[in-house]
């Protein structure tokens, strides 16, 4: 297990308790529900979890179209005017699929999926097993598990999830990375260095920190804003052939980065006056104006 565990370290950045708790939960045979916002690392979390294992990872998308059918499986339409219904002309569905190469069925945006198909659910959780009518009992392999996720500042569109479903679900709530660590994601998804690179890694982030500590913000962009943020920054900086941190055209560039990387990411409160755009100009401004006169002598 402890070997595992290493293994598996190696390929996630900063998630080292989620890494452990997630572990042992899914290795005692429990399902999971892991509960924050995107672009957390928890599909990272879980890939790395299952090649580990190899066992195959199923997504699936949880919305009012995710049917029982849908999840579960049909019978060919042709297939069956021509043969009549068998198990042969059976089309399996990602929880019949998961069930029978003991992977893990992972259910993004969980508390969208309708009641009828989490109903599904509870019985594949609750036995292991699922009746497919005129095909017979599914029973699953034993690395099966169900994990589900879901945005807890999102509740548009949603629906409350059942004690039922609850009580077979264990819970990890999944919160953003700190700075350091989405500094690391960020030079190991962009590749950036030298003196440009490094402070444009290091603004990426802050920036986008930034975004979830805004008053008119109620849900602010992810680590994956300071991914493109940072992409975008260095193909303006050879556009416009910046090679230094330093001046204007640095700070500008960073700006026109924001706006394509951010400004779609970031989503203000209703209430507000403000657009996205105004919201990233008051913290650039923050960070490239406010901050550097801050910390000047006298």
Known sequence: M??????IAQKVVGRERELELTLA?????RDMLLEGPPGTSKTTLLTAITQEWGIPLLFVEGNADLTPAKLVGHHNPSRVLKED?????????PLVDAMQQGGFLYIEEFNRAPEDTLNTLLTAMADRAISVPRVGKINALPT?????????????????LSNSVHDRLNRLAVDYQDADAEERIVALRTNASGQLGEQLISDSVAVTRATRRHPEVYQGSSVRGAI????????????????????DAYSGL??????VALSGRIHVDEASELVPEHVLREIWEDRFILEPRAAAPG
């Not at 598990?145 to 629906?159: C, E, F, K, W």
């Not at 940072?230 to 556009?239: K, N, S």
């Open 2 to 7: 402890g070997e595992h565990r290493q293994r």
């Open 25 to 29: 939960a899914v290795a005692a045979g």
């Open 85 to 93: 219904y068998s198990e042969d002309n059976f089309v399996a569905g």
């Open 144 to 160: 099966f598990r169900v994990i589900a996720s879901m945005n807890p500042y999102d509740n548009v569109g949603t629906t409350r």
């Open 228 to 247: 493109d943020l940072t992409l975008v920054a260095r193909q303006l900086a050879e556009l416009r052939d910046v090679s230094s941190p330093e001046g």
């Open 254 to 259: 960073v700006f026109d980065a924001m706006i």
